[in-house]
Nanobody
Framework: QVQLVESGGGLVQAGGSLRLSCAAS????????MGWYRQAPGKQRELVAT???????NYEDSGKGRFTISRDNTKSTVYLQMSSLKPEDTAVYYC?????????WGKGTLVTVSS
């Protein structure tokens, strides 16, 4: 059974930091491209960042310079370090793993940034 379990969300003041974690099980993590997405209230889900098996990273513009995605293949875990958080970063953050035509999603973790 494939599971992606996010953790680390919560309430933080603007300017603060959070580190999200996503622990994967049931997949050969090392071959999967991992990503973080988010969905704010009333908006569509959008890409935040991705990291490939070669540790190549890609960031959506709003997170560049503030967010860092990383992975630990020994722990089958992907992280999203977020700093200088803004109220507009408030959203449910989802972890995703993809390999060719297969993709899996976690259930999300809520990040709320207060002004």
């Amino acid at each position: 059974q494939v599971q992606l379990v996010e953790s680390g969300g919560g309430l933080v003041q603007a300017g603060g930091s959070l580190r999200l974690s996503c622990a994967a099980s049931g997949i050969p993590f090392i071959v999967y491209t991992m990503g973080w997405y988010r969905q704010a209230p009333g908006k569509q889900r959008e890409l935040v960042a991705t990291i490939t098996i070669a540790n190549s990273t890609n960031y959506e513009d709003s997170g560049k310079g503030r967010f860092t995605i990383s992975r630990d293949n020994t722990k089958s875990t992907v992280y999203l370090q977020m700093s200088s958080l803004k109220p507009e970063d408030t959203a449910v953050y989802y972890c995703s793993g993809s390999y060719f035509n297969r993709s899996y999603w976690g259930k999300g973790t809520l990040v709320t940034v207060s002004s």
